[in-house]
């Protein structure tokens, strides 16, 4: 079984995370994490795995185009957060596999560019997806709520502490890799919850 040997961190309703970061090289096997994010939303959530993902920019026959380049995925229990390298490489498919699962939602704010691009840049199609802000638009009656990002949702949704978050991204620049790891997990945390809220 995969092991999430990463720093765990608590949340602010005591519940704890436990986090793996993986830088991937071609011979980086992530099938087994991949499981287990799935069979921790599946035996001790509510089906839904919180993602985000990153892009980079780089410069292609003199045109610039967005390449991914790291990808967050959060449940109750877990947050593992992948570097993708440059050239993408075979083992990448699991990743791909796992975005076609038909048998979870992945939960993201503004999410609907990201699934263009993951489509057209990369051939990347997540078979089951929903975007949190407008599940609280309908289920709050308020419709400027389906513009705010991740914080502002969780804090209108949920009304919980933000001080550690905020005090993170206040020295981003400075702030340690543990710390940016922390912050990773507090988001996707904050949004698993928001949905796990919107669906009672």
Request: net charge negative; aromatic share 10%; charged share 25%.
């Amino acid at each position: 079984m995969a092991n999430f040997d990463g720093p765990g961190f608590s949340m602010v309703d005591e519940s704890w995370i436990q986090t793996k970061a993986i830088d991937i090289e071609p011979s980086t096997d992530i099938s087994p994490y991949l499981s287990r994010i799935l069979e921790d939303c599946v035996w001790n959530g509510n089906r839904a795995i919180v993602f985000d993902v990153y892009w980079d920019v780089e410069s292609v026959n003199t045109k610039s185009e967005q390449r991914l380049s790291s990808v967050k995925l959060s449940t109750k229990n877990l947050c593992l957060f992948l570097r993708l390298p440059n050239q993408f490489t075979d083992n990448l498919k699991d990743l791909y596999r796992f975005f076609a699962s038909k048998f979870v939602t992945f939960v993201g704010v503004q999410i609907g560019e990201d699934l263009v691009l993951l489509k057209e840049n990369h051939g990347i199609v997540i078979r089951s997806s929903l975007e949190i802000g407008k599940l609280a638009a309908v289920a709050r009656g308020t419709p400027i709520v389906e513009f705010l990002g991740a914080r502002e949702l969780a804090h209108k949704i949920l009304s919980c502490d933000m001080s550690r978050l905020d005090s993170i991204q206040s020295k981003w620049d400075e702030a340690g890799g543990d710390d940016r790891l922390e912050a990773a997990a507090i988001e996707g945390w904050l949004i698993y919850n928001v949905y796990d809220q919107l669906q009672q």
